[in-house]
């Protein structure tokens, strides 16, 4: 594949997560977090080919500040509902398998 398309690809992804997407997924509002083991997760799922792609962000707060830990998944959901939980399930088993080492 091109870079460049690649590039763009991944810049979108980046921008939806960020929050700076545009298209409907712009329009919708965020997901609420959940507390998990003392790490906050926010799932993000956006509008991708007609479903909701599996995505989120993993916080935590620490005595040096706040860190995040952005994950997106292959798997794509019919409804935003569904890939939120989803996100949410996927972001306790990373939390569980890695603990703070997501932000290394």
Do not use: N
């Not at 329009?27 to 959940?34: H, T």
């Amino acid at each position: 594949m091109e870079r460049w398309f690649m590039t763009s690809i991944f810049k979108g992804i980046w921008s939806r997560l960020t929050g700076g997407g545009e298209g409907e997924g712009a329009q919708e509002p965020p997901m609420e977090a959940i507390e998990y083991k003392g790490y906050r997760i926010r799932p993000a799922p956006y509008p991708a080919k007609g479903q909701f792609q599996t995505a989120g962000v993993i916080e935590k707060d620490f005595d040096t500040g706040m860190k995040e830990h952005r994950f997106i998944r292959a798997e794509t959901h019919a409804s935003k509902d569904d890939a939120g939980a989803f996100a949410i399930a996927k972001a306790k088993q990373i939390i569980d398998e890695q603990g703070d080492r997501i932000f290394a």
